[in-house]
């Protein structure tokens, strides 16, 4: 946690990459982002540019295509691409599917997946959630029949983020019926363009199209494109939940409140509540810190804590700019806040999903009881 002469010249070289790379076109994106999910014409854009670089994939292994940074060098990096504004990477492929694939998939599916996920030509969606299956996701319902060497898909998956803009999806399916409902699901990887597969948007309360619904109607899938064994997808879903769960959230937010600081009047009652969320990014900065390097059950945990922390002050801060936008919106005539006024509402809409998503958050406290408090 301290800042070497090493780290002080990576972060230097960091800045100086991001001066020169980071176009002003997608400074802006990243900063009018509603939401962890940028554009695609503006993800993939950043990501080729990060490729180019040999930065594409800093969490990856050297093998297939990584940095070989150590944990406080990625997270140097994390939080210099937040200070920039620079637009988030999609974390379906790099961070989620790309780490099951590496630990769960043959030499062939590695292959052919990894290299397209990084290159950005593979752009994925999750397909987990279904209609009265969110939280409770063992009682998911997509069927999934076996027809030789395929699987024949039925039935719909719900909420399934940038589906329209994603050309794959991992999902989880119905193999069986038998024993606990844990017991019979399998994890499946399937291309976006199969016959029998439609896409209906989900407009939100922002009036943006980010989410929607996938409708099944007999997709063939490959059995080859399935990862780990057949009924035993719980175990890969799990696996992939630690990805999703732990992040390095602190940076972003720590960006987020700076620019809030700009914004807001001077009100002591709106400052001091400012200074208690620096104290508190603090304190979840400490504990991203801490968990580097983590692993196993200690790397679970750590997962749902910082998920718990870092989407809850997340849901904090945008209350606060929408606060903070409604104060600006009386000077608007004198130019001010515009990238405030346009996005504070949206994030606030859309970061009321966050404390459910991902297992929600009184889920993710009744597993840190178990573990922590027996």
Known sequence: MTDTADLAAFRAEVRAFLAESLTPELARAGRRATSVFAHPDHSIAWQKILTAKGW?????????????????????????????????????????????????????????????ILSGEH?????????????????????????????????????????????????LVRTSNEGKPQ?????????????????DPIIS?????????????????????RLGEENDGWSVAKYLLTFERGGRYAPGLFGQLAKLAEEAPEDPVLRERLRREAVTLEALEALELKSIGAS?????????????????????????????AGLAGWAIADGQS?????????????????????????????????????
């Open 338 to 374: 515009p990238d405030l006024l346009a996005t504070a509402l949206p994030r606030y809409l859309n970061g009321r999903a966050a404390t459910i998503y991902a297992g929600s958050n009184e889920i993710q406290r009744d597993l840190i009881s178990r573990a922590v408090l027996g």
């Open 123 to 171: 752009y994925w969606c999750q397909g987990f959630s279904e209609p009265g299956s969110g939280s409770d996701l063992a009682s998911l319902k997509l069927k999934a029949e076996r027809d030789g060497d395929h699987y024949v898909l039925n039935g719909s998956k719900i909420w399934t983020t940038h589906a329209h803009f994603a050309n794959w999806m991992f999902a």
């Open 56 to 116: 594409g994939a800093i969490d990856w292994p050297v093998e297939y295509g990584g940095t070989g940074w150590s944990p406080m060098q990625k997270y140097i990096f994390s939080a210099e691409c937040a200070r920039a504004g620079a637009p988030n990477l999609l974390p379906q492929g790099l961070k989620m599917v790309a780490p099951v694939l590496m630990h769960y998939g043959s030499d062939e599916q590695k292959a052919f997946f990894l290299p397209r």
């Open 296 to 324: 196993g059950a200690k790397a679970a945990l750590y997962a749902s804590v910082l998920k718990v922390q870092g989407t809850e002050a997340a849901q904090r801060i945008d209350t606060l700019a929408c606060e903070i």
């Open 205 to 225: 309360l922002a009036g943006e199209h980010e989410l929607n619904q996938v409708f099944f109607d007999n997709v063939r899938v490959p059995v080859a494109n």
């Open 183 to 199: 017991a019979g699901i399998s994890f499946v990887l399937i291309d976006m363009a199969t016959p029998g597969l439609k896409v």
